[in-house]
């Protein structure tokens, strides 16, 4: 695996060094506006050339980190006997690496919007290997008595979601460059939520989020949810930073609340990865009872209602591949394997 990350890179060091050279020859004026032009290219067809040089009949992309987990591959070679013929792809170009077929199958996240902008399907998981991620607003318990006006409020958005309008979402970001606040407006139009603030705000909520899309649409959505229908004003921490930064700042007072996911609270914060997380990760009510319980007990902090959608991890195929090959779920991509792969 180490040889096959470093011979690449080596081989890729080389050309760029001569499309430099080339470079080289040019006046300053083109050179500044070439470069970044030449290194993007390169290193994405270098990337796709690389991928495709090595001649399976059906290979897997997956992320670096989902190749160690129990819950990536390891976990599904023991879950369903899923033996692939793999390749380890930074998670920025895995998506890239399946639309330009230099791949069959990639790990993913359920929700990327990505799933619509490639036309990806994402296969079955039909013995409910991956954990439950459902989502929520987690929130201190005295911020809901000071304002008790927001539970009946936020709780407008609970069940409002699905995976695909997650996507959608996503998509309108990620793929068509909306704004996160623009994305937000159109789905709270959609529920007849959207509502212009008018007149003075009398208070400060602070609404937290981590590094990724969904994060940034949710809390720009709780924004104008609550300056339309309230006369808080909110601000928007946006970026913060992973689960652990997150937390803290909700649990210090930092900030009044922010999305997070059952699997997540149960993995990272109460830190229940034995006995417990295996016996209660197939059940996604299960799960959001019991973070939701202890963290009112160990924090005095509450789970809101799911919002409705759970973003957890995926294997994702091209749409017209999996149906030309009649593979639906994770189960029937080991069959398709086995049949025409018999010797992995």
């Known amino acids: 695996m180490i040889l096959a990350g470093a011979i690449p890179a080596a081989l890729l060091a080389i050309l760029l060094d001569f499309l430099l050279a080339r470079l080289q020859r040019l006046n300053i004026r083109k050179l500044r506006l070439a470069v970044p032009a030449f290194l993007l290219s390169a290193t994405a067809g270098a990337t796709v050339l690389l991928l495709s040089s090595f001649g399976s009949a059906f290979l897997a992309g997956f992320a670096p980190e989902f190749m160690g987990m129990s819950e990536g591959y390891p976990g599904l070679q023991k879950t369903y006997g899923l033996r692939l013929d793999t390749r380890v792809i930074q998670s920025g170009l895995m998506y890239d690496a399946l639309h330009h077929g230099s791949v069959d199958v990639i790990s993913g996240f359920s929700t990327d919007g990505r799933i619509r902008g490639y036309n990806l399907v994402t296969l079955q998981d039909d013995k409910r290997h991956f954990p439950a991620y459902q989502c929520g607003f987690t929130v201190r318990q005295d911020v809901l008595e000071r304002h008790p006006f927001l539970l009946p409020l936020l709780q407008k958005l609970s069940g409002a979601f699905t995976d695909e309008s997650m996507i959608d979402l996503n998509y309108r970001v990620d ?84 999305p997070e996911y059952s ?8 830190q229940k990865k034995g006995i417990l997380r295996d016996s209660l990760h197939n059940d996604q009510r299960q799960v959001y009872a019991y973070v ?3 963290y009112r007990r160990r924090f005095g902090i509450g789970w809101l209602p799911p919002l409705g959608f759970n973003n957890t991890y995926a294997l994702l195929m091209r749409q017209p591949q999996a149906r030309r090959y009649n593979i639906r779920s994770i189960s029937d991509l080991k069959r398709y394997v086995v049949e025409k792969s018999p010797a992995l």
């Open 175 to 258: 793929v068509l460059k909306q704004s996160p606040s623009a994305a937000a407006r159109y789905f709270l139009d959609s529920l007849g939520l959207s509502k212009t603030p008018t007149g003075p705000r009398t208070n400060t909520l602070r609404v937290g989020s981590k590094i990724f899309t969904e994060q940034y649409i949710l809390a720009e959505m709780v924004k104008q949810l609550l300056e339309g229908h309230t006369t808080l004003a909110v601000e928007i921490k946006a970026g913060m930073g992973g689960t652990q930064l997150c937390f803290e700042a909700l649990r210090t007072g930092a900030i009044d609340l922010y």
């Open 263 to 270: 699997g997540t609270g149960l993995e990272v914060i109460l």
């Open 292 to 294: 939701d319980r202890e």
